[in-house]
């Protein structure tokens, strides 16, 4: 079940499910949110480009094995996708898989009323709520503010979560 809209109710978002006509979205989604990382290499940008195609389809390919029954959602603003979040259910959690905004949707408190949304949602449900984040994410203090605490420290990546 989507989060409900409360504070993301401010900023006119919707969710809609994903679906296979939304790879193209995704995949450039995915490259928005590393263009700046892979730009270091050097690279010429269509070797940058491919190969930000490849890690959009490798991640793409893993969430399916890894986590197909998952609930994989489209945020949308006046009926234009700006953004993708997928949360799975635990026992104990909600997990959030994954949550990122196109670049002009970021930064502007959106993504943290989503957040918000899904911990009060998980609140409701006596749940906690889990992210991997990694450890350089300009985010961290997004959810730092939202009383995420890390967990585990898995290198790259931290576990955090906030309790019920």
């Given at each position: 079940m989507p989060?409900?809209l409360?504070?993301?109710a401010g900023?006119a ?5 994903f ?9 450039e ?5 590393r263009r700046g990382?892979v730009?270091?290499?050097g ?5 940058q480009?491919a190969?930000l195609?490849?890690?959009?389809a490798?991640?793409?390919s893993?969430?399916s094995?890894?986590?197909a029954?998952a609930e994989?959602l489209i ?9 993708r979040?997928y949360?799975e ?8 898989i ?12 959106i993504g943290?009323?989503?957040l ?8 409701g449900?006596g749940?906690g ?9 300009p985010?961290r203090?997004?959810?730092?503010r939202?009383?995420f605490?890390l967990v585990?420290?898995l290198?790259?990546?931290d576990?955090?979560?906030v309790?019920p």
């Amino acid at each position: 079940m989507p989060p409900p809209l409360n504070a993301a109710a401010g900023f006119a978002v919707s969710y809609r499910p994903f679906t296979g006509d939304d790879l193209p979205f995704v995949t450039e989604l995915y490259a928005s949110t590393r263009r700046g990382e892979v730009a270091t290499t050097g690279w010429p940008p269509e070797m940058q480009e491919a190969f930000l195609a490849q890690q959009a389809a490798a991640q793409h390919s893993h969430y399916s094995l890894h986590f197909a029954d998952a609930e994989w959602l489209i945020i949308e603003h006046d009926g234009r996708p700006i953004g993708r979040l997928y949360v799975e259910d635990l026992p104990s959690d909600r997990h959030i898989i994954d949550i990122a905004l196109v670049p002009d949707s970021r930064g502007r408190g959106i993504g943290g009323a989503i957040l918000e949304d899904v911990l009060e949602q998980a609140r409701g449900l006596g749940k906690g709520v889990t992210i991997h984040v990694e450890k350089n994410n300009p985010a961290r203090s997004l959810y730092a503010r939202l009383g995420f605490g890390l967990v585990e420290d898995l290198g790259i990546y931290d576990l955090m979560r906030v309790a019920p």
